[in-house]
């Protein structure tokens, strides 16, 4: 049962990814990675909120991997913001990569940590 609500989660978060991605890059005229900064500090959001949750036992095992696991698991990712950090070296855009990297670790941990107040705020 688990792991079908992995492949659910991640079947609606992949598709996700790359539609936001998208969406969000075609907004900006820049080499650097928006849409992928993007979906990760929103995945860094709610696993946050999923965390805290789980930790207060008022999301279940099921609903953490329906969208820990499986749904955020597939809209975050690191690989891409690895390869797109590679890529900005590659084209000698040092600040870009740098920004990238900076950016979206602080953003990410950012989103995790706000995540989880709010959550930590709902459920005492």
Excluded: K
Excluded at 25 to 34: G, I, K, T, V
Excluded at 83 to 96: A, G, H
């Amino acid at each position: 049962m688990t792991a079908l609500l992995v492949v659910v989660g991640a079947a609606v978060g992949a598709p996700l990814r790359y539609l936001v991605d998208r969406a969000v890059q075609a907004r900006h005229d820049s080499l650097f990675p928006w849409g992928t900064f993007a979906v990760n500090v929103v995945g860094s959001l709610i696993l946050g909120i999923l965390a805290s949750g789980a930790t207060a036992y008022a999301v279940s095992g099921d609903v953490t991997a329906l969208l820990g696991t499986g749904f955020c698991g597939a809209l975050t990712t690191y690989s891409t913001f690895g390869y797109e950090t590679i890529r900005l070296l590659q084209q000698r855009d040092r600040f870009s990569a740098m920004l990238n990297v900076v950016a979206s670790v602080a953003a990410g941990l950012g989103a995790a940590f706000l995540g989880f107040a709010v959550a930590q705020a709902v459920w005492p």
